[in-house]
């Protein structure tokens, strides 16, 4: 398996058949340049998957030479491949798909001699690595995760982030927020649905990114030339997450919060908005506006998983 390195503005995204990857698949076309090509990566044939060729199919895991050669030629690589809780699967991994990126974006730099050096490789973080932080949460400030999964992606950041110049493998992490219609509250909702509620009787508040606007966002910063080694991804402001329920037309009921629940996840966005340009910068988000970026993607993504296919 090889590719011709002469395309201009390659991106590998690995882990395409995740929510987000399958976000860009519905949202990219037209946002990207004429010039642009993407491959996407799974481990398995994916129903919806349009043109085959644009297709890799391994596991970055038991294939690292499969891996090297997919990124052959790659400008940036995409690394949403990652593992969450309570699927038995090893939080861990999340650091050893990192690590496989980077590792097979150098490999294939030396293979192909390439003068750009190794593609430049961003990882999906995650919020979660904050844990119970306050105020306006900065990437240069120390964190202190919660629980399992937020400490997993801290390990993956901290030791993608050393592997990544010990091998002159740019690299970026950056650290999603919520995002609406793949997150907990409008993606999780059911009916019977029930939401923590704070003695000011204000539900949680958090960062929020629609569909469409992280798609926008993410082919922004692919065209940025330098990135800092962390950057929090968000839409300004936070979002109380029954404020998202209300907008979307989704009933709910409230509950007294628990001592461990978390207020607020309110992100610094300051490193974003001077990667982006004003144009590129992302709107304050509004619940209305964040409801109806999924509405429109949203029944094609429940179709695609009652049709049986791996849920993307």
Same mark, same amino acid.
């Given at each position: 398996?090889?590719?011709?390195?002469?395309?201009?503005?390659?991106?590998?995204?690995?882990?395409?058949?995740?929510?987000?990857?399958?976000?860009?698949?519905?949202?990219?076309?037209?946002?990207?340049?004429?010039?642009?090509?993407?491959?996407?990566? *799974?481990?398995?044939?994916?129903?919806?998957?349009?043109?085959?060729?644009?297709?890799?199919?391994?596991?970055?895991?038991?294939?690292?030479?499969? &891996?090297?050669?997919?990124?052959?030629?790659?400008?940036?690589?995409?690394?949403?491949?990652?593992?969450?809780?309570? @699927?038995?699967?090893?939080?861990?991994?999340?650091?050893?798909?990192?690590?496989?990126?980077? +590792?097979?974006?150098?490999?294939? *730099?030396?293979?192909?001699?390439?003068?750009?050096?190794?593609?430049?490789?961003? &990882?999906?973080?995650?919020? *979660?690595?904050?844990?119970?932080?306050?105020?306006?949460?900065?990437?240069?400030?120390?964190? @202190?995760?919660?629980?399992?999964?937020?400490?997993?992606? @801290?390990?993956?950041?901290?030791?993608?982030?050393?592997?990544?110049?010990?091998?002159?493998?740019?690299?970026?992490?950056?650290?999603?927020?919520?995002?609406?219609?793949?997150?907990?509250?409008?993606?999780?909702?059911?009916?019977?649905?029930?939401?923590?509620?704070?003695?000011?009787?204000?539900?949680?508040?958090?960062?929020?990114?629609?569909?469409?606007?992280?798609?926008?966002?993410?082919?922004?910063?692919?065209?940025?030339?330098?990135?800092?080694?962390?950057?929090?991804?968000?839409?300004?402001?936070?979002?109380?997450?029954?404020?998202?329920?209300?907008?979307?037309?989704?009933?709910?009921?409230?509950?007294?919060?628990?001592?461990?629940?978390?207020?607020?996840?309110?992100?610094?966005?300051? &490193?974003?908005?001077?990667?982006?340009?004003?144009?590129?910068?992302? *709107?304050?988000?509004?619940?209305?506006?964040?409801?109806?970026?999924?509405?429109?993607?949203?029944?094609?993504?429940?179709?695609?998983?009652? +049709?049986?296919?791996?849920?993307?």
């Amino acid at each position: 398996m090889g590719f011709p390195a002469t395309v201009r503005e390659v991106t590998v995204v690995l882990g395409a058949s995740g929510g987000i990857g399958w976000v860009l698949r519905q949202c990219w076309p037209g946002m990207l340049s004429a010039e642009a090509q993407t491959r996407w990566q *799974a481990r398995r044939p994916q129903a919806d998957a349009g043109l085959q060729e644009d297709w890799v199919i391994l596991d970055p895991l038991q294939d690292p030479d499969g &891996l090297m050669q997919a990124l052959e030629g790659a400008d940036q690589v995409l690394c949403l491949a990652g593992v969450v809780p309570g @699927r038995g699967t090893d939080l861990a991994d999340n650091t050893h798909l990192a690590l496989a990126a980077i +590792e097979a974006a150098a490999q294939a *730099a030396d293979r192909s001699g390439r003068d750009e050096g190794a593609a430049r490789v961003f &990882l999906a973080s995650s919020a *979660a690595v904050y844990g119970a932080g306050s105020g306006l949460l900065r990437e240069e400030e120390p964190v @202190r995760p919660t629980h399992a999964y937020g400490q997993a992606k @801290r390990d993956m950041e901290l030791q993608a982030l050393a592997r990544g110049q010990e091998l002159g493998v740019p690299v970026c992490a950056l650290r999603i927020g919520n995002i609406a219609g793949l997150d907990a509250i409008l993606g999780g909702w059911r009916p019977g649905f029930s939401l923590d509620c704070f003695p000011n009787g204000q539900s949680p508040r958090r960062s929020y990114i629609g569909v469409r606007t992280l798609a926008q966002v993410l082919a922004a910063l692919l065209r940025t030339p330098r990135l800092p080694p962390i950057v929090n991804l968000a839409q300004p402001g936070t979002i109380d997450m029954g404020d998202l329920l209300r907008a979307a037309g989704r009933e709910f009921a409230l509950q007294p919060a628990s001592e461990r629940a978390i207020p607020e996840v309110a992100f610094d966005l300051t &490193l974003l908005q001077k990667a982006l340009s004003q144009k590129d910068m992302p *709107a304050t988000a509004d619940a209305a506006c964040l409801a109806r970026e999924w509405a429109v993607l949203e029944p094609d993504f429940h179709a695609l998983h009652l +049709e049986g296919s791996e849920r993307p």
